[in-house]
C-alpha cells in the first residue's frame, strides 16, 4: 500500500534553534498535504495545508512565519519550526491523500521534537 | 471550518460487552468519516471509514453508522477484547478534523 515517509522521528534541540521536519510520499503523488500537532493526552490539530507549488493554507491561531511549509515537488512536503522554545514541544504528524483517487488518506510516521 | 465533537471522553466496558462512541460534526459538506485507533507516539490507526453516500458499514466486530441529516456518526465494537483498549479518534471533512478523543478501557 501507499507509504508517507516522515523524518526524523524525534528531534531534540535547543531554545532558539530551527528544525526542519520531512514527509514524503514514496510511491504515489500527493499534491496537497497536511501537517498536524498533537500534544500529550489530546487530539490531533490541523496546522496547515500544503499545496504543491503554492503557498500553504494555515489554520487560525498557527503562526506562518513560525511553521514554514513548503511544499515543492508533489512528493515532498516540509515543516520548519523556527527559533524553537519548549511550548513548540510536540508531536507533528503530515498526512496525504493518494492524488489519483483521493480515496485513501495516509499518514506519516510522526516526529516527537523536544526543545530545551 | 469544521468542528467534531466526540463523546465520551472515557469508556469502560466488560469484556464481551460492546462499545459506543458518538461523534457530532458541523460541517454539513463533509463526505469521509474515518475512525482511528492511536498508540502513545504513534500515526494514527485507521480502523474503519464510511463515506456520505453510505449509512453504514461493517468490518467484522466494528461498525460505524451515518446519519447525515443529523450530522453524527457512531462507532460500534461488539464483542469487546482486551486488545481493544485504546485511544480512538473519529474525523471528519477533506482537511480531516479529529474529535477530542476516547480512551476505552476493556475489564477482563
Known amino acids: 500500500g501507499a507509504v508517507v515517509s516522515q523524518h526524523p522521528s524525534r528531534v531534540i534541540c535547543k531554545s532558539g534553534t530551527s528544525v526542519k521536519i520531512e514527509c514524503r510520499s514514496l510511491d504515489f503523488q500527493a499534491t496537497t498535504m497536511f501537517w498536524y500537532r498533537q500534544f500529550p493526552k489530546q487530539s490531533l490539530m490541523l496546522m496547515a495545508t500544503?499545496?504543491?507549488?503554492?503557498?500553504?493554507?494555515?489554520e487560525q491561531g498557527v503562526e506562518k512565519d513560525k511553521f514554514l511549509i513548503n511544499h515543492a515537488s508533489l512528493t515532498l512536503s516540509t515543516l520548519t519550526v523556527t527559533s524553537a522554545h519548549p511550548e513548540d514541544s510536540s508531536f507533528y504528524i503530515c498526512?496525504?491523500?493518494?492524488?489519483?483517487?483521493?480515496?485513501?488518506?495516509?499518514f506519516g510516521s510522526g516526529t516527537q521534537l523536544s526543545v530545551l | 471550518g469544521e468542528n467534531v465533537e466526540q463523546h465520551p471522553s472515557t469508556l469502560s466496558v466488560q469484556e464481551g460487552d460492546s462499545a459506543v462512541i458518538k461523534c457530532t460534526y458541523s460541517?454539513?459538506?463533509?463526505?469521509?468519516f474515518p475512525w482511528y485507533k492511536q498508540e502513545l507516539g504513534k500515526r494514527p490507526q485507521l480502523i474503519i471509514d464510511?463515506?456520505?453516500?453510505?449509512g453504514e458499514k461493517k468490518d467484522q466486530r466494528i461498525a460505524v453508522t451515518l446519519n447525515k441529516t443529523a450530522k453524527h456518526f457512531s462507532l460500534h465494537i461488539t464483542e469487546t477484547q482486551p486488545e481493544d483498549s485504546a485511544v480512538y479518534f473519529c474525523?471528519?471533512?477533506?482537511?480531516?478534523?479529529f474529535g477530542a478523543g476516547t480512551t476505552v478501557t476493556v475489564r477482563a
Open positions: 498526512s496525504a491523500w493518494d492524488s489519483t483517487t483521493n480515496e485513501k488518506l495516509f
Open positions: 464510511i463515506r456520505s453516500n453510505v
Open positions: 500544503s499545496n504543491e507549488g503554492s503557498k500553504a493554507t494555515y
Open positions: 460541517d454539513s459538506a463533509s463526505n469521509y
Open positions: 474525523a471528519a471533512g477533506y482537511k480531516l478534523s
